[in-house]
């Protein structure tokens, strides 16, 4: 990778670690695998960063990555995902993850959600991606996308505890 090309991608890393790690989180449900999952997708992207960086929006093609990595995870072992409502003993370091008694409640109901609904979930309602960008980043059509979410919050209505947490939360959800 020549020198530019190596500063550039650089840079987005540093831009977007803690983004791109905290959306890591919600998918796994555990900080270290979050920060496994990020490395790992990052890895992928600097091999292609001249694609990468040469498309419409980088971080849109990395999040796709993210996704596609942590899919991958579940291909290749073959295992039922085991997430525990409990959050992580140790926060992280920033922000994202350091509000871990509220957010304990919605990672359990997140880890209730199979792998694609928590997926769109995330993307849609945290991510605050359009259900077009969603479904560019899944690979799927807009109507996956409507039904996933549809099927993944009505789960979420049900988890016990999650409506406590969001009426405490302040206006504009969790974040």
């Not at 919605?106 to 880890?111: N, T």
Request: hydrophobic fraction near 35%; glycine fraction near 6%; charged fraction near 30%.
């Amino acid at each position: 990778m020549q020198a530019e090309q190596e500063d550039r991608f650089q840079e987005f890393v540093r831009a977007r670690w803690s983004h791109l790690v905290r959306t890591a989180y919600l998918l796994t449900g555990d900080a270290h695998l979050a920060e496994d999952l990020t490395q790992t997708a990052l890895a992928k992207a600097y091999r292609s960063w001249r694609r990468v960086s040469s498309s419409d929006s980088p971080e849109a093609y990395v999040r796709r990555m993210l996704v596609t990595c942590n899919s991958d995870r579940f291909r290749k072992r073959r295992v039922k995902e085991s997430l525990t409502d409990a959050p992580p003993e140790v926060a992280g370091r920033d922000e994202g993850v350091t509000r871990v008694d509220e957010r304990g409640v919605l990672l359990g109901a997140l880890a209730g959600l199979p792998p694609r609904q928590r997926a769109v979930v995330v993307m849609r309602y945290w991510e605050d991606l359009s259900e077009l960008e969603v479904a560019e980043v899944l690979g799927c059509s807009q109507g996956t996308v409507k039904s996933q979410a549809s099927k993944g919050l009505a789960k979420l209505r049900t988890y016990p505890g999650l409506a406590q947490v969001m009426d405490r939360a302040p206006q504009g959800g969790t974040k």
